[in-house]
């Protein structure tokens, strides 16, 4: 088992900058490739940044492109997502998920999944 636990979620003005924290517990951290998810009321949860074991290679939403970094300190057992430019068209509950390869990350097919953050972005 590994436990997924979020932070760093919070209410902020659009331009601002957030970063979101996800610290494991359990089976071996580098094991897994993580990612981050969001979803928005009424929509369906959307990937939006991914990140291979070694952290050698990301993968990033469209819609957050240029904006947003997703990186991972190994040692610390935790992956991060740097927001920048936020929009309120970010807001969402932001959740962290662990899989076995960025590939099954990215589909959404994750082994394990934390409890969700919330961010707010206010016009």
């Known amino acids: 088992q590994v436990q997924l636990v979020e932070s760093g979620g919070g209410l902020v003005q659009a331009g601002g900058s957030l970063r979101l924290s996800c610290a494991a517990s359990g089976r071996t951290f580098s094991n897994y490739a993580m990612g981050w998810f969001r979803q928005a009321p009424g929509k369906e949860r959307e990937i939006v940044a991914a990140i291979t074991r070694s952290g050698s290679s990301t993968y990033y939403a469209d819609s957050v492109k240029g904006r947003f970094t997703i990186s991972r300190d190994n040692a610390k057992d935790t992956v991060y997502l740097q927001m920048n430019s936020l929009k309120p068209e970010d807001t969402a509950v932001y959740y962290c998920?662990?899989?076995?390869?960025?590939?099954?990350?990215?589909?959404?097919?994750?082994?394990?999944w934390g409890q969700g953050t919330q961010v707010t972005v206010s016009s």
């Open positions: 998920a662990a899989g076995r390869s960025l590939g099954v990350v990215v589909g959404g097919s994750n082994d394990y």
